[in-house]
């Protein structure tokens, strides 16, 4: 299987971290190949292709103020086309405030778009109360 760069899929982390920190969808559904699938968190159902995933992320920002703070925590981890990297995500307009540390597993196409992302978060990666900075 071809695969995109490192730098690429880095690139691709870090407008993804942005597109969030923004709230902006059309950024988001951008980094996704068309029939790319959505498992957020991991064990529900996925969303499938471009307009099921910006549901998600409309959805997701109207629940949270508008905008999800993603600041990454380390270097994007790179196996060919598969790539991980740990966010804390900073809901810091949601009421109450709170905070959640996710890891994003990713699995990118030639072209350097995300053909799969699962999200491994549980119960336990919840804080609430005031989000930090």
Known sequence: ???????????VFAR???GLSDGDTSVLVSLFAPDAMLEDP?????H???EAIA???????AATGGRI???AEGDVRIN????????????DRADPPFEVDTLDIARFDAEGRIASMVA??????FRNGKARA
């Open 1 to 11: 299987m071809d695969a995109p760069s490192p730098q690429t899929i880095r690139d």
């Open 16 to 18: 993804y971290a942005q």
């Open 42 to 46: 991991i064990g529900t159902a996925p």
């Open 48 to 50: 499938r292709g471009r």
């Open 55 to 61: 549901r998600f992320f409309d959805q997701g920002f």
């Open 69 to 71: 703070l993603f600041r």
């Open 80 to 91: 060919g086309p598969h790539a991980a990297c740990a966010f804390v995500a900073i809901c």
């Open 120 to 125: 491994i978060v549980g119960p336990s990666n």
